[in-house]
Protein backbone atom coordinates (compact mmCIF):
# COMPACT_ATOMS: atom_id res chain seq x y z
CA UNK A 1 0.00 0.00 0.00
CA UNK A 2 1.53 3.53 -0.62
CA UNK A 3 1.35 6.59 1.40
CA UNK A 4 -2.43 8.08 0.53
CA UNK A 5 -1.27 11.54 2.08
CA UNK A 6 2.02 13.64 1.90
CA UNK A 7 4.66 13.42 4.56
CA UNK A 8 7.46 15.30 5.27
CA UNK A 9 8.62 12.61 6.57
CA UNK A 10 10.75 10.03 4.17
CA UNK A 11 10.08 6.41 4.53
CA UNK A 12 12.04 4.53 6.54
CA UNK A 13 13.12 1.32 4.46
CA UNK A 14 13.03 -2.34 6.46
CA UNK A 15 14.76 -5.33 5.55
CA UNK A 16 13.57 -9.18 6.80
CA UNK A 17 16.54 -11.31 8.08
CA UNK A 18 16.87 -14.83 7.04
CA UNK A 19 16.01 -15.71 10.95
CA UNK A 20 12.82 -13.75 10.24
CA UNK A 21 13.47 -11.15 12.15
CA UNK A 22 12.83 -7.43 10.73
CA UNK A 23 15.06 -4.16 11.56
CA UNK A 24 15.09 -0.72 9.75
CA UNK A 25 17.69 -1.11 6.55
CA UNK A 26 21.00 -0.01 7.02
CA UNK A 27 21.78 3.43 5.48
CA UNK A 28 18.03 4.39 5.45
CA UNK A 29 16.82 7.48 7.60
CA UNK A 30 15.27 6.80 10.80
CA UNK A 31 11.92 7.60 11.82
CA UNK A 32 11.38 10.78 13.08
CA UNK A 33 9.16 13.36 13.67
CA UNK A 34 6.36 14.11 17.07
CA UNK A 35 6.02 10.32 17.32
CA UNK A 36 9.21 9.10 17.44
CA UNK A 37 12.35 9.46 20.15
CA UNK A 38 15.61 7.55 20.78
CA UNK A 39 13.36 5.48 23.02
CA UNK A 40 10.90 4.04 21.26
CA UNK A 41 12.80 2.81 17.66
CA UNK A 42 13.31 -0.58 16.99
CA UNK A 43 16.30 -1.74 18.31
CA UNK A 44 19.13 -2.70 15.83
CA UNK A 45 19.13 -6.29 16.01
CA UNK A 46 22.66 -6.62 16.83
CA UNK A 47 21.41 -4.90 20.15
CA UNK A 48 18.73 -7.76 20.80
CA UNK A 49 20.79 -9.95 22.84
CA UNK A 50 18.76 -11.68 25.36
CA UNK A 51 18.75 -15.59 25.42
CA UNK A 52 16.42 -18.03 26.81
CA UNK A 53 18.62 -17.75 30.46
CA UNK A 54 17.42 -13.72 30.66
CA UNK A 55 14.10 -14.11 30.02
CA UNK A 56 13.59 -16.90 32.39
CA UNK A 57 15.30 -15.50 35.47
CA UNK A 58 13.25 -12.20 34.66
CA UNK A 59 10.19 -14.00 35.78
CA UNK A 60 12.07 -16.04 38.30
CA UNK A 61 12.53 -12.72 39.61
CA UNK A 62 9.01 -11.01 38.96
CA UNK A 63 7.54 -13.93 39.78
CA UNK A 64 9.41 -14.50 43.16
CA UNK A 65 7.98 -11.72 44.90
CA UNK A 66 5.75 -10.59 48.01
CA UNK A 67 2.44 -10.17 45.53
CA UNK A 68 2.79 -13.35 44.26
CA UNK A 69 2.92 -14.84 47.67
CA UNK A 70 -0.03 -12.85 49.08
CA UNK A 71 -2.18 -14.03 45.91
CA UNK A 72 -1.34 -17.40 47.17
CA UNK A 73 -1.40 -17.31 51.08
CA UNK A 74 -4.12 -14.89 50.31
CA UNK A 75 -6.21 -17.42 48.37
CA UNK A 76 -5.46 -19.89 51.86
CA UNK A 77 -7.10 -16.59 54.32
CA UNK A 78 -10.04 -16.56 52.58
CA UNK A 79 -10.70 -20.16 52.90
CA UNK A 80 -9.26 -22.61 49.97
CA UNK A 81 -6.64 -25.03 51.12
CA UNK A 82 -3.31 -25.92 50.06
CA UNK A 83 -4.08 -28.15 46.63
CA UNK A 84 -6.95 -25.62 45.97
CA UNK A 85 -5.24 -22.44 45.99
CA UNK A 86 -1.94 -23.36 44.28
CA UNK A 87 -4.55 -25.62 41.29
CA UNK A 88 -5.62 -21.86 40.56
CA UNK A 89 -2.95 -20.30 40.42
CA UNK A 90 -0.99 -22.76 38.29
CA UNK A 91 -4.40 -22.80 35.99
CA UNK A 92 -3.96 -19.49 35.85
CA UNK A 93 -0.60 -19.01 34.77
CA UNK A 94 -1.03 -21.30 31.96
CA UNK A 95 -4.01 -19.36 30.70
CA UNK A 96 -2.12 -16.17 30.76
CA UNK A 97 0.80 -17.59 29.02
CA UNK A 98 -0.83 -17.56 25.71
CA UNK A 99 -1.35 -14.08 25.31
CA UNK A 100 2.21 -13.54 26.47
CA UNK A 101 3.83 -15.75 23.87
CA UNK A 102 1.15 -14.01 21.19
CA UNK A 103 2.43 -10.43 22.25
CA UNK A 104 5.90 -11.23 22.77
CA UNK A 105 6.48 -12.39 19.44
CA UNK A 106 6.06 -8.90 18.04
CA UNK A 107 9.03 -7.90 20.32
CA UNK A 108 12.38 -10.22 18.58
CA UNK A 109 10.46 -10.13 15.48
CA UNK A 110 10.32 -5.81 15.31
CA UNK A 111 12.39 -4.53 18.30
CA UNK A 112 9.42 -2.06 19.12
CA UNK A 113 7.37 -1.62 22.37
CA UNK A 114 3.93 -2.37 23.71
CA UNK A 115 3.38 1.36 23.07
CA UNK A 116 4.48 1.19 19.22
CA UNK A 117 3.09 -1.99 19.12
CA UNK A 118 -0.27 -1.15 19.84
CA UNK A 119 -0.44 1.80 17.37
CA UNK A 120 -0.95 -0.71 14.38
CA UNK A 121 -4.69 -1.53 15.97
CA UNK A 122 -5.22 1.51 17.89
CA UNK A 123 -3.79 4.15 15.74
CA UNK A 124 -0.33 6.19 16.29
CA UNK A 125 -2.67 8.50 18.35
CA UNK A 126 -4.47 6.19 19.65
CA UNK A 127 -1.96 4.01 21.32
CA UNK A 128 -2.16 6.02 23.74
CA UNK A 129 -5.66 5.05 25.01
CA UNK A 130 -3.90 1.33 26.09
CA UNK A 131 -0.68 2.72 26.52
CA UNK A 132 -2.07 5.35 29.62
CA UNK A 133 -4.65 2.84 31.03
CA UNK A 134 -1.67 0.15 30.86
CA UNK A 135 0.73 2.88 32.78
CA UNK A 136 -1.66 4.02 35.37
CA UNK A 137 -2.22 0.36 36.45
CA UNK A 138 1.61 0.02 36.52
CA UNK A 139 1.68 2.85 38.89
CA UNK A 140 -1.17 1.14 40.69
CA UNK A 141 1.39 -1.87 41.02
CA UNK A 142 4.00 0.23 41.57
CA UNK A 143 2.69 1.49 44.57
CA UNK A 144 1.86 -1.29 46.25
CA UNK A 145 5.04 -2.99 45.83
CA UNK A 146 6.87 0.14 47.20
CA UNK A 147 4.43 -0.01 50.17
CA UNK A 148 5.86 -3.73 50.83
CA UNK A 149 9.11 -2.54 50.34
CA UNK A 150 8.91 -0.12 52.69
CA UNK A 151 7.27 -2.39 55.19
CA UNK A 152 10.03 -4.92 55.17
CA UNK A 153 12.03 -1.88 55.97
CA UNK A 154 10.13 -0.59 58.64
CA UNK A 155 9.82 -4.23 60.25
CA UNK A 156 13.73 -4.98 59.93
CA UNK A 157 14.27 -1.23 61.43
CA UNK A 158 12.26 -1.88 64.30
CA UNK A 159 13.50 -5.01 65.16
CA UNK A 160 16.94 -3.47 65.24
CA UNK A 161 16.43 0.00 66.89
CA UNK A 162 13.42 -0.71 69.01
CA UNK A 163 10.38 0.27 70.41
CA UNK A 164 11.31 3.66 69.74
CA UNK A 165 11.22 3.41 65.98
CA UNK A 166 8.42 0.78 65.45
CA UNK A 167 5.61 2.45 68.29
CA UNK A 168 6.68 6.64 66.63
CA UNK A 169 3.87 8.92 66.38
CA UNK A 170 1.43 8.18 63.74
CA UNK A 171 0.72 10.25 61.01
CA UNK A 172 -2.42 8.94 58.08
CA UNK A 173 -2.86 6.13 60.75
CA UNK A 174 0.85 4.53 60.27
CA UNK A 175 4.01 5.47 62.85
CA UNK A 176 5.96 8.41 60.81
CA UNK A 177 8.82 6.02 60.51
CA UNK A 178 6.72 3.62 58.38
CA UNK A 179 5.88 6.66 56.22
CA UNK A 180 9.75 6.95 56.07
CA UNK A 181 10.45 3.36 54.90
CA UNK A 182 8.39 3.56 52.14
CA UNK A 183 10.42 6.96 50.68
CA UNK A 184 13.30 4.83 51.23
CA UNK A 185 12.38 2.10 49.53
CA UNK A 186 10.88 4.67 46.59
CA UNK A 187 14.38 6.42 45.96
CA UNK A 188 16.17 2.78 45.69
CA UNK A 189 14.04 2.09 42.62
CA UNK A 190 14.13 5.41 41.34
CA UNK A 191 18.08 5.21 41.70
CA UNK A 192 18.31 1.82 39.32
CA UNK A 193 15.95 3.02 37.07
CA UNK A 194 17.47 5.86 36.00
CA UNK A 195 20.66 3.60 35.04
CA UNK A 196 18.73 2.07 32.27
CA UNK A 197 17.62 -1.59 30.96
CA UNK A 198 21.07 -3.25 30.92
CA UNK A 199 21.41 -2.53 34.36
CA UNK A 200 17.84 -3.92 35.23
CA UNK A 201 18.71 -7.00 32.61
CA UNK A 202 21.86 -7.53 35.38
CA UNK A 203 19.89 -7.12 38.13
CA UNK A 204 17.34 -9.18 37.53
CA UNK A 205 19.93 -12.26 37.09
CA UNK A 206 21.18 -11.86 40.30
CA UNK A 207 18.03 -11.57 42.22
CA UNK A 208 16.17 -14.54 40.97
CA UNK A 209 18.44 -17.17 42.36
CA UNK A 210 18.90 -15.28 45.33
CA UNK A 211 15.08 -14.97 46.00
CA UNK A 212 14.35 -18.60 45.43
CA UNK A 213 16.39 -19.62 48.29
CA UNK A 214 14.78 -17.25 50.53
CA UNK A 215 11.40 -18.66 49.43
CA UNK A 216 12.77 -22.06 50.32
CA UNK A 217 14.30 -21.38 53.46
CA UNK A 218 11.14 -19.73 55.08
CA UNK A 219 9.49 -22.62 54.35
CA UNK A 220 12.30 -24.97 56.68
CA UNK A 221 11.85 -22.45 59.26
CA UNK A 222 8.04 -22.65 59.02
CA UNK A 223 8.14 -25.76 58.80
CA UNK A 224 10.47 -26.30 61.79
CA UNK A 225 8.23 -24.12 64.01
CA UNK A 226 5.13 -26.19 62.89
CA UNK A 227 6.74 -29.44 64.05
CA UNK A 228 7.34 -31.09 60.31
CA UNK A 229 5.54 -30.55 56.68
CA UNK A 230 2.40 -32.86 58.07
CA UNK A 231 0.89 -29.68 59.64
CA UNK A 232 1.72 -27.79 56.34
CA UNK A 233 -0.44 -30.43 54.38
CA UNK A 234 -3.12 -31.41 56.40
CA UNK A 235 -4.80 -27.69 56.96
CA UNK A 236 -8.70 -27.98 55.71
CA UNK A 237 -10.51 -26.13 53.24
CA UNK A 238 -12.80 -24.29 54.41
CA UNK A 239 -14.84 -24.38 51.26
CA UNK A 240 -14.84 -28.26 50.63
CA UNK A 241 -14.52 -29.19 46.67
CA UNK A 242 -18.49 -28.54 46.29
CA UNK A 243 -20.61 -25.14 45.20
CA UNK A 244 -18.66 -22.91 48.19
CA UNK A 245 -15.27 -23.57 46.28
CA UNK A 246 -16.52 -23.04 42.70
CA UNK A 247 -18.67 -19.86 43.87
CA UNK A 248 -14.75 -18.79 44.77
CA UNK A 249 -12.87 -20.84 42.25
CA UNK A 250 -14.00 -18.28 39.45
CA UNK A 251 -13.25 -14.83 40.71
CA UNK A 252 -9.79 -16.24 42.20
CA UNK A 253 -8.73 -17.73 38.82
CA UNK A 254 -9.48 -14.21 37.05
CA UNK A 255 -7.93 -12.55 39.42
CA UNK A 256 -4.71 -14.78 39.37
CA UNK A 257 -4.89 -13.86 35.51
CA UNK A 258 -5.36 -10.22 36.09
CA UNK A 259 -1.98 -10.52 37.80
CA UNK A 260 -0.04 -10.97 34.91
CA UNK A 261 -2.44 -9.44 32.37
CA UNK A 262 -0.88 -6.62 32.72
CA UNK A 263 2.79 -7.78 31.27
CA UNK A 264 0.84 -9.52 28.78
CA UNK A 265 0.58 -6.81 26.52
CA UNK A 266 3.85 -4.77 27.35
CA UNK A 267 5.84 -7.87 27.28
CA UNK A 268 7.15 -6.73 23.92
CA UNK A 269 9.17 -4.03 25.95
CA UNK A 270 11.37 -6.78 27.10
CA UNK A 271 10.83 -9.44 23.76
CA UNK A 272 12.14 -6.35 21.67
CA UNK A 273 15.53 -7.15 23.12
CA UNK A 274 15.54 -11.12 22.62
CA UNK A 275 17.91 -12.82 20.48
CA UNK A 276 15.22 -14.63 18.74
CA UNK A 277 12.05 -15.99 19.04
CA UNK A 278 12.65 -18.94 20.50
CA UNK A 279 14.52 -17.38 23.01
CA UNK A 280 11.56 -15.63 24.27
CA UNK A 281 9.16 -18.56 23.89
CA UNK A 282 11.06 -21.13 25.73
CA UNK A 283 12.25 -18.36 28.37
CA UNK A 284 8.83 -17.15 29.13
CA UNK A 285 7.48 -20.93 29.02
CA UNK A 286 10.01 -22.32 31.42
CA UNK A 287 9.95 -19.25 33.81
CA UNK A 288 6.48 -18.11 34.17
CA UNK A 289 3.70 -21.34 34.78
CA UNK A 290 6.41 -23.34 36.24
CA UNK A 291 8.31 -20.42 38.89
CA UNK A 292 4.83 -19.13 39.58
CA UNK A 293 3.30 -22.38 40.71
CA UNK A 294 6.52 -23.67 42.88
CA UNK A 295 6.36 -20.10 44.56
CA UNK A 296 2.50 -20.55 45.17
CA UNK A 297 3.14 -24.20 46.36
CA UNK A 298 5.74 -22.48 48.97
CA UNK A 299 3.55 -19.58 49.85
CA UNK A 300 0.60 -21.65 50.75
CA UNK A 301 2.73 -24.25 52.64
CA UNK A 302 4.15 -21.76 54.96
CA UNK A 303 0.63 -19.76 55.43
CA UNK A 304 -0.88 -23.23 56.22
CA UNK A 305 2.43 -23.68 58.18
CA UNK A 306 1.14 -20.25 60.21
CA UNK A 307 -2.17 -21.13 60.83
CA UNK A 308 -0.77 -24.40 62.52
CA UNK A 309 1.56 -22.31 64.78
CA UNK A 310 -0.15 -18.80 65.81
CA UNK A 311 -3.87 -20.11 65.16
CA UNK A 312 -4.64 -18.30 61.69
CA UNK A 313 -3.35 -17.90 58.48
CA UNK A 314 -0.71 -14.64 58.32
CA UNK A 315 -0.43 -14.01 54.55
CA UNK A 316 1.45 -11.47 54.56
CA UNK A 317 4.86 -12.42 54.59
CA UNK A 318 6.64 -9.11 56.49
CA UNK A 319 4.44 -9.84 58.98
CA UNK A 320 5.59 -13.52 59.47
CA UNK A 321 8.92 -12.68 59.09
CA UNK A 322 8.58 -10.17 61.74
CA UNK A 323 7.60 -12.31 64.55
CA UNK A 324 10.92 -14.22 64.48
CA UNK A 325 12.93 -13.05 66.97
CA UNK A 326 16.14 -14.29 65.57
CA UNK A 327 17.99 -11.18 64.55
CA UNK A 328 20.09 -13.31 61.99
CA UNK A 329 16.87 -15.15 60.37
CA UNK A 330 15.26 -11.71 59.88
CA UNK A 331 17.64 -9.61 58.33
CA UNK A 332 17.62 -12.78 55.74
CA UNK A 333 13.79 -12.92 55.63
CA UNK A 334 13.65 -8.78 54.81
CA UNK A 335 16.55 -8.99 52.87
CA UNK A 336 15.08 -11.50 50.61
CA UNK A 337 11.67 -9.37 50.32
CA UNK A 338 13.32 -6.38 49.66
CA UNK A 339 15.25 -8.02 46.63
CA UNK A 340 12.04 -9.60 45.45
CA UNK A 341 10.42 -6.60 45.59
CA UNK A 342 12.97 -4.22 43.69
CA UNK A 343 13.03 -7.06 41.05
CA UNK A 344 9.52 -7.29 40.64
CA UNK A 345 8.46 -3.77 40.83
CA UNK A 346 11.13 -2.39 38.56
CA UNK A 347 10.87 -5.01 35.44
CA UNK A 348 7.38 -5.08 36.00
CA UNK A 349 5.98 -1.52 37.30
CA UNK A 350 8.67 0.66 35.71
CA UNK A 351 9.93 0.14 32.56
CA UNK A 352 6.55 -0.40 30.78
CA UNK A 353 4.55 3.24 32.21
CA UNK A 354 7.74 4.31 31.20
CA UNK A 355 7.41 3.75 27.47
CA UNK A 356 4.09 4.26 27.83
CA UNK A 357 4.14 8.00 28.90
CA UNK A 358 6.96 8.27 26.73
CA UNK A 359 4.73 7.24 23.72
CA UNK A 360 2.13 10.29 25.26
CA UNK A 361 5.13 13.04 24.10
CA UNK A 362 7.74 10.98 22.65
CA UNK A 363 9.86 15.02 21.81
CA UNK A 364 9.58 15.96 25.62
CA UNK A 365 9.06 12.85 27.74
CA UNK A 366 12.16 10.12 27.50
CA UNK A 367 12.04 7.05 29.44
CA UNK A 368 13.81 8.15 32.54
CA UNK A 369 10.94 11.40 32.76
CA UNK A 370 8.21 8.19 32.38
CA UNK A 371 9.61 6.40 35.25
CA UNK A 372 9.71 9.35 37.12
CA UNK A 373 5.97 10.09 36.27
CA UNK A 374 5.07 6.74 37.69
CA UNK A 375 6.78 6.96 40.75
CA UNK A 376 5.13 9.75 41.79
CA UNK A 377 1.54 8.52 40.42
CA UNK A 378 2.55 5.48 42.21
CA UNK A 379 2.09 7.14 45.64
CA UNK A 380 -0.89 9.18 44.71
CA UNK A 381 -3.45 6.74 44.62
CA UNK A 382 -2.50 5.45 48.03
CA UNK A 383 -1.19 1.46 47.45
CA UNK A 384 -2.04 1.12 51.57
CA UNK A 385 -5.85 1.36 50.93
CA UNK A 386 -5.54 -1.36 48.00
CA UNK A 387 -2.85 -3.42 50.19
CA UNK A 388 -5.30 -3.49 53.12
CA UNK A 389 -6.69 -6.88 53.25
CA UNK A 390 -6.98 -9.78 50.56
CA UNK A 391 -10.63 -9.37 49.47
CA UNK A 392 -10.38 -5.99 47.76
CA UNK A 393 -6.73 -6.85 46.71
CA UNK A 394 -7.80 -10.04 45.11
CA UNK A 395 -11.26 -9.84 44.21
CA UNK A 396 -11.67 -6.11 43.91
CA UNK A 397 -7.97 -4.54 42.51
CA UNK A 398 -6.76 -7.58 40.44
CA UNK A 399 -9.95 -8.52 39.14
CA UNK A 400 -10.98 -4.95 37.87
CA UNK A 401 -7.09 -4.96 35.96
CA UNK A 402 -7.81 -8.47 34.38
CA UNK A 403 -11.06 -6.97 32.94
CA UNK A 404 -10.04 -3.84 31.45
CA UNK A 405 -6.52 -5.13 30.37
CA UNK A 406 -8.26 -8.44 29.15
CA UNK A 407 -9.95 -6.18 26.36
CA UNK A 408 -6.59 -4.43 25.03
CA UNK A 409 -4.94 -8.25 25.00
CA UNK A 410 -8.01 -9.65 22.52
CA UNK A 411 -7.46 -6.28 20.35
CA UNK A 412 -4.12 -6.90 19.57
CA UNK A 413 -4.24 -10.50 19.12
CA UNK A 414 -6.76 -10.22 16.33
CA UNK A 415 -4.79 -7.38 14.99
CA UNK A 416 -0.97 -8.63 14.45
CA UNK A 417 -1.86 -12.45 14.51
CA UNK A 418 -5.56 -12.95 12.56
CA UNK A 419 -5.72 -9.71 10.07
CA UNK A 420 -2.08 -9.12 9.27
CA UNK A 421 -0.54 -12.66 10.12
CA UNK A 422 2.76 -10.61 12.38
CA UNK A 423 3.39 -8.46 8.94
CA UNK A 424 4.28 -5.08 10.42
CA UNK A 425 5.54 -1.67 8.29
CA UNK A 426 8.45 -0.19 10.60
CA UNK A 427 8.38 3.02 9.19
CA UNK A 428 4.55 3.40 9.02
CA UNK A 429 4.39 2.87 12.84
CA UNK A 430 6.06 6.93 13.19
CA UNK A 431 4.52 8.49 10.31
CA UNK A 432 2.00 11.29 10.79
CA UNK A 433 -0.20 11.73 8.64
CA UNK A 434 0.28 9.29 5.87
CA UNK A 435 1.07 5.96 6.75
CA UNK A 436 -1.68 2.76 7.11
CA UNK A 437 -1.26 2.74 10.57
CA UNK A 438 -2.68 6.64 10.76
CA UNK A 439 -6.33 5.75 9.99
CA UNK A 440 -9.03 8.87 10.79
CA UNK A 441 -6.99 11.34 12.34
CA UNK A 442 -4.47 8.81 14.22
CA UNK A 443 -7.07 6.91 16.01
CA UNK A 444 -8.57 3.77 14.96
CA UNK A 445 -12.17 4.34 16.47
CA UNK A 446 -13.30 0.49 15.67
CA UNK A 447 -10.35 -0.55 18.51
CA UNK A 448 -11.68 2.13 20.80
CA UNK A 449 -15.40 0.95 20.14
CA UNK A 450 -14.15 -2.77 20.87
CA UNK A 451 -12.18 -1.48 23.94
CA UNK A 452 -15.03 0.06 25.41
CA UNK A 453 -17.91 -2.05 24.81
CA UNK A 454 -15.02 -5.22 26.47
CA UNK A 455 -14.68 -3.34 28.88
CA UNK A 456 -18.35 -2.50 30.30
CA UNK A 457 -18.91 -6.15 29.72
CA UNK A 458 -16.06 -6.87 31.91
CA UNK A 459 -15.96 -4.99 34.74
CA UNK A 460 -19.43 -3.00 34.52
CA UNK A 461 -21.24 -5.96 36.82
CA UNK A 462 -18.62 -5.73 39.38
CA UNK A 463 -18.08 -5.27 43.17
CA UNK A 464 -16.14 -2.41 43.11
CA UNK A 465 -15.90 -2.01 47.53
CA UNK A 466 -13.92 -0.93 48.92
CA UNK A 467 -13.09 1.22 46.27
CA UNK A 468 -16.70 2.59 45.44
CA UNK A 469 -20.11 1.43 47.16
CA UNK A 470 -22.18 -0.87 44.98
CA UNK A 471 -22.08 -2.43 41.62
CA UNK A 472 -22.25 0.24 38.83
CA UNK A 473 -24.37 -2.00 35.96
CA UNK A 474 -26.01 -5.01 37.94
CA UNK A 475 -27.25 -6.65 34.87
CA UNK A 476 -23.93 -7.39 34.14
CA UNK A 477 -23.24 -8.93 37.76
CA UNK A 478 -23.25 -12.62 35.78
CA UNK A 479 -20.36 -11.75 33.57
CA UNK A 480 -18.00 -10.39 36.47
CA UNK A 481 -16.36 -13.39 37.71
CA UNK A 482 -15.19 -13.93 34.29
CA UNK A 483 -14.27 -10.43 33.74
CA UNK A 484 -10.58 -11.29 31.89
CA UNK A 485 -12.51 -13.77 29.31
CA UNK A 486 -15.27 -11.41 28.53
CA UNK A 487 -12.97 -8.68 28.07
CA UNK A 488 -10.85 -10.71 25.86
CA UNK A 489 -13.26 -12.49 23.88
CA UNK A 490 -16.06 -9.63 23.33
CA UNK A 491 -13.18 -7.04 22.20
CA UNK A 492 -11.56 -9.75 20.33
CA UNK A 493 -14.23 -10.83 18.19
CA UNK A 494 -15.80 -6.65 17.61
CA UNK A 495 -12.65 -5.49 16.59
CA UNK A 496 -12.30 -8.34 14.06
CA UNK A 497 -15.57 -7.63 13.06
CA UNK A 498 -15.42 -3.92 12.50
CA UNK A 499 -11.78 -4.22 10.89
CA UNK A 500 -13.44 -6.70 7.74
CA UNK A 501 -16.28 -4.50 7.23
CA UNK A 502 -13.42 -1.67 6.76
CA UNK A 503 -11.99 -4.02 4.17
CA UNK A 504 -8.40 -5.10 3.26
CA UNK A 505 -6.69 -1.67 3.08
CA UNK A 506 -4.37 -1.84 5.23
CA UNK A 507 -4.00 -5.53 6.89
CA UNK A 508 -0.64 -6.87 5.36
CA UNK A 509 2.48 -4.93 3.94
Same mark, same amino acid.
Given at each position: ?67 ? &? ?76 ? &? ?101 ? &? ?259
Amino acid at each position: MTDTAPTAIPPSAQVTLADGRVELAPGSPPPSGRYANDDLLPVPVEKRTWTTYNFSALWVGMAHNTAS &WTLASGLIAVGMDWKQAVLTIALANVIVLVPMLLTGHAGPKYGIPFPVFARASFGIRGANLPAVVRALVACGWFGIQT &WIGGEAIFFLAGKLIGDGWAEAGLIGGHPWTMWLSFAIFWAIQVAIIYRGMETIRRFENWAAPFVLVGAFVMLWWMSSKAGGFGPLLDQPSKLGWGADFWKLF &WPSLMGMIGFWSTLSLNIPDFTRYGKSQKAQTWGQALGLPTTMTLFAFLSVMVTSGSAAVYGEPIWDPVQLAAKTDNVVGLLFALVTVLVATLSVNIAANLVSPAFDFSNIAPRRISFRTGALATCVLGVLIFPWKLYSDPQGYIFTWLGLVGGLLGTVAGILIADYWLLRRARLDLGDLYREGGGRYWYEGGWNWRAVVAFLTGGVLAVGGADFDPLIDGVPIPALSPLADYGWAVGLGTSMVLYLGLMLLRGREDRAV
